[in-house]
């Protein structure tokens, strides 16, 4: 999962424009922070899932994106979240904690 905002604030601070499907994330969320779902349980339409760890950026995206990539998403890259119980997620979904 990634952040729109951190899309956004990637091309107004480092100049760096990053499509949504070239972050590499399954899901792309709005206006919820995703820092604050670690050890977390939450849900994404019929999907229950728990934050296991930032998704911080690495060499390989920067390689096949552009340089200044891993600077610019540090702590903002995303997140790694653990499947508990599966079903569909639509476009529009609600993130919802507990």
């Known amino acids: 999962m ?11 601070e480092c100049g ?6 070239q972050a590499r994330r399954n899901l792309v969320t709005h206006g919820v922070p995703l820092n ?9 339409g019929e999907v229950r899932l728990r934050g296991i760890r930032l998704c911080e950026p690495c ?8 340089k200044g990539i891993r600077e ?7 997140l790694r979240a653990r499947v508990i119980k599966g079903g569909t997620i639509r476009i529009g979904d609600l993130v919802k904690g507990d």
């Not at 990634?2 to 107004?12: F, G, P, T, W």
């Not at 060499?59 to 552009?66: G, I, N, R, S």
């Not at 610019?72 to 995303?78: E, I, K, T, V």
């Open 16 to 21: 760096i424009t990053l499509q949504p499907i």
């Open 59 to 66: 060499a390989h995206l920067e390689a096949m994106t552009q």
């Open 72 to 78: 610019g998403l540090l702590h903002r890259g995303g």
């Open 36 to 44: 604050h779902l670690v050890d977390q349980e939450f849900s994404v």
């Open 2 to 12: 990634i952040e729109s905002e951190a899309l956004a604030a990637l091309a107004r």
